[in-house]
């Protein structure tokens, strides 16, 4: 499986990215500048964190406007996995490919740790390696990680299982402590943690990488044929 690691002007987590796929994985990655006008070769799209354009604005909203994002719409509407990490989960809000938006943390800090998420759906082809009500460590690292919606959004979110993770503990004010969600059609996901940096038990643990090998196996049921 090939993956595409968009890299925008202020991504920091793109080598994390790349390393989880490359070295943890097994699976072939590739970084891809934010000016880029085809990902038609790639089988699965990666937005990584940081702090693209600087966050200026909003943040996400003016990485949402480059000539990549055309494209991620367009695999996304094909089907393909798209996973948009803590600001790649930022500037898919923007693009309209996920619902809701981020903003700042209740307490008005950035904040950097390892907490406890809990797998609210593992029937989605993100989470497919893990139990519903598991418990993984994370790490965070945000100042806008608290996710709102309107009342409406939120009943959509809940009757279409859309919410993927959840935070043990309310730490940063997101409603009904929602860490990640998926689009209703289940290959688009959004999340303020990293799993990318939680792939190994010498840094973080590896809760994160099952999370990674739920997309490959997911993939490989659907296109590879066995003899």
Same mark, same amino acid.
């Given at each position: 499986?090939?993956?595409?690691?968009? &890299?925008?002007? =202020?991504? %920091?987590?793109?080598?994390?990215?790349?390393?989880?796929?490359?070295?943890?994985?097994?699976?072939?990655?590739?970084?891809?500048?934010?000016?880029?006008?085809?990902?038609?070769?790639?089988?699965?799209?990666?937005?990584?964190?940081?702090?693209?354009? =600087?966050?200026?604005?909003?943040? +996400?909203?003016?990485?949402?406007?480059?000539?990549?994002?055309?494209?991620?719409?367009?695999?996304?509407?094909?089907?393909?996995?798209?996973?948009?990490?803590?600001?790649?989960?930022?500037?898919?809000?923007?693009?309209?490919?996920?619902? +809701?938006?981020?903003?700042?943390?209740? %307490?008005?800090?950035?904040?950097?740790?390892?907490?406890?998420?809990?797998?609210?759906?593992?029937?989605?082809?993100?989470?497919?390696?893990?139990?519903?009500?598991?418990?993984?460590?994370?790490?965070?690292?945000? =100042?806008?990680?608290? #996710? #709102?919606?309107?009342?409406?959004?939120?009943?959509?979110?809940?009757?279409? %299982?859309?919410? &993927?993770?959840?935070?043990?503990?309310?730490?940063? +004010?997101?409603? %009904?402590?929602?860490?990640?969600?998926?689009?209703?059609?289940?290959?688009?996901?959004?999340?303020?943690?990293?799993?990318?940096?939680?792939?190994?038990?010498?840094?973080? +643990?590896?809760?994160?990488?099952?999370?990674?090998?739920?997309?490959?196996?997911?993939?490989?049921?659907?296109?590879?044929?066995?003899?």
């Amino acid at each position: 499986m090939k993956f595409a690691v968009i &890299v925008f002007p =202020g991504s %920091n987590c793109d080598l994390d990215m790349y390393h989880a796929i490359k070295d943890e994985l097994g699976e072939e990655a590739e970084y891809v500048w934010h000016d880029s006008t085809d990902l038609s070769q790639y089988d699965g799209i990666l937005l990584p964190g940081g702090f693209s354009y =600087g966050d200026y604005l909003r943040c +996400g909203a003016i990485a949402q406007s480059s000539a990549v994002m055309d494209e991620v719409r367009k695999a996304a509407e094909a089907g393909k996995p798209v996973l948009g990490i803590c600001n790649g989960f930022q500037i898919l809000t923007e693009a309209g490919l996920l619902p +809701g938006v981020l903003l700042r943390n209740k %307490n008005l800090k950035f904040m950097c740790k390892t907490v406890g998420l809990k797998v609210e759906n593992a029937n989605t082809l993100f989470t497919n390696e893990y139990e519903v009500g598991q418990e993984i460590q994370i790490p965070i690292a945000h =100042g806008e990680g608290n #996710y #709102y919606c309107d009342d409406e959004t939120y009943e959509q979110l809940q009757k279409n %299982n859309q919410i &993927v993770f959840s935070y043990a503990d309310d730490f940063n +004010g997101s409603r %009904n402590q929602i860490a990640g969600i998926i689009n209703e059609r289940g290959n688009v996901l959004g999340m303020m943690p990293h799993p990318e940096r939680a792939v190994s038990e010498l840094i973080n +643990g590896n809760d994160g990488l099952a999370l990674f090998k739920s997309i490959v196996k997911q993939w490989r049921e659907a296109n590879v044929t066995h003899a």
